[in-house]
């Protein structure tokens, strides 16, 4: 790979000459083709479980896949009848969340997923911003588009009820049902089942707005293809599953929806899951001992979620080594090494991704090599929370330099200590910001897509994220990032979350202060704790000023800290 790459375009028109090509034949490389080629075939085969789910009245609902078929079908024809274009939708996870990812692709409509963790200032900027005509929301947080609602009063609201048959979302599902027979009944051949351009939109998937307005990245039916063809080889959801005596069946997918499906359109699952013909196990709330609950007594052999709620399982009292391993593809931040080595001996298999908002969710893998085996398991356990290297579906992952005249994309050496940005490249790289070309031109700068992640390049061609600019402490000169005293804070064994930021300090610039939250039931002393991190290798400029002990850390909705808000906290402005 030459050191100096600059070329024009943004990436995602670099697919001719750089990328995988698309499937032959019919699929075309469309997002959800292979995904309603799923729903289409098993929709004869009754007994297919689709959808598992304990509605919002704590009903068990199962849905096979002719039932997952029908109603997406019906969803697809309400909206063709009514010309609904732009459909909003704010649900938990959810059996209707799912059935419309598929019934608005169906209805050659663009979905938008609203994060409802957001202020409903957001919420209502995300859903004008993106002109929605209508919105699936449910019952329980509909009250969050009531300021949206005040201004757009015409939007179409689909309230869901969770219910299975009750109220106006599977109403509409049936009314769809009636205008298909009013038209023929055609039924899918009706209905766009491929794109007609891969190019054209399938969602726009707004980010957190952590630094600003959500932006709405542009998922196009190429991009979105490549990325769930890319999750479903990389976590594994295509290799036989077979546990004798435990009653799985070779090639059958359990997945848990522990990660919000509104967070980058489910990093992509919903479709990957169905592809592979597996089962969706639907959650309205993390509840992590309902959770353990299911991982031992359900078919369950993946799931996908942030360290912080993984962490928060494997501390929860509930926990025990599993009979059967599940695999627990882990991104949203850096897992730590401890981390990594509390999931394995819970069996709990970790697959560590890493990517954004912008990428479709995971766009790398850190691989596990065999060589691992051998060395002491410090060190495997640090090897494995590296990001690692592209995807299957992707470009290889790059590491720039930051301070390199405009328009000049210059590597890092891959020496594992010179600091730069990650960038990547290709089709899996979203389309752009929509409605807002100052920001693309920024996110696209020089031909590669700019994550504003600091890294360095190992050797061995894997990269390893530092973090943010507001991760790197800079103390007397040197930089270091706050992710290693992070990971050693979390090896306490009295420890469940922690925040590191850096503070000014007269003397050295900075120093790292930390921000720590306790497992249920146990107390810590803040200077006890400085002591302790010292006796566990970090010392000298790296150790911690002080301690301070808090009830939660502030995060965003898909797990990462708010350090910016931290930084705030330690100008004295905690509320």
Sequence with gaps: ????????????????????????????????????????????????????HVTANSQALCLTYRDFADRSRGIAYYLRKFGHKRVGILCPNTPAFIISVFGIAAA????????????????????????????????EIVGLLDRYTRSHPN??????????????FYAAVEEGWQYDKQTGGKGWDQLETQALSEESLIAISYTSGTTGKPKGA?????????????NIIESGLNYPQIHKGLGYRQGRVGYLWTLNMFHAMGWTFPWAVTAVRGTHYCLRKID????????????????????????ALCANPSGEPLPKPVYVTV?????????????????????????????????????????????????????????????????PIRVIKTDSPYGEILNVRQDGKEIGEVVFEGSMCVKGY????????????????????????????????LGRPEDIITSRGRKFSSFTIESTLEMHPDILDAGVIGVADDAWG???????????????????????????????????????VVERLPATGTGKLKKRVMIEWAKGGRK
């Design 434 to 465: 929509y409605k807002n070309p100052e920001a693309t031109r920024k996110l696209l700068s020089g031909g590669v897509l700019h994550s504003g992640d600091l890294a360095v390049w190992h050797e061995d061609g894997s990269v390893q994220i």
């Design 331 to 395: 991104a949203g931040s850096s897992p730590t090494p401890h981390l990594i080595e509390t999931m394995a001996n819970l069996n709990l298999e970790p697959l560590h991704v890493y990517g954004l908002t912008e990428t479709y969710g995971p766009i790398t893998k850190g691989y596990h090599m065999p060589a691992w085996e051998n060395i002491p398991a410090k060190e495997k356990y640090q090897k494995m929370a590296r990001q690692g290297h592209g995807f299957v579906t992707s470009l």
């Design 218 to 230: 542009e998922y196009t039916h190429h991009g979105a293809w490549l990325a769930t063809m890319g």
């Design 155 to 168: 939007v179409r609201l689909i309230v869901d009820e969770d219910q299975d048959r009750d109220g106006q």
């Design 288 to 311: 992590y001992t309902e959770i353990w609950e299911l991982l031992k007594k359900e078919l369950i052999t993946h799931f996908n979620a942030s360290p912080a709620v993984v962490r």
């Design 1 to 52: 790979m030459s050191n100096l790459r600059s070329r024009p375009g943004p990436p995602y028109l670099q697919y001719q000459i750089k990328n995988l090509p698309a499937l032959p034949g019919s699929f075309g490389g469309v997002a959800v083709s292979q995904a309603f080629e799923a729903l289409r075939t098993l929709a004869a085969a009754s007994q297919a479980i689709a959808i598992r």
């Design 108 to 139: 050659g409509a663009v979905t938008t997923a609203v994060n409802y963790f957001l202020d409903d200032g957001d919420i209502a900027h995300i859903l004008d911003h993106s002109e929605v005509d209508a919105i699936i929301v449910d019952r």
């Design 510 to 548: 900075e120093r790292p202060k930390a921000y720590v939250t306790v497992k249920p039931g146990t107390q810590i002393d803040g200077n006890e704790l400085i002591e302790w991190v010292r006796q566990n290798g970090i010392s000298g400029l790296m150790t911690p000023r002080e301690v301070e």
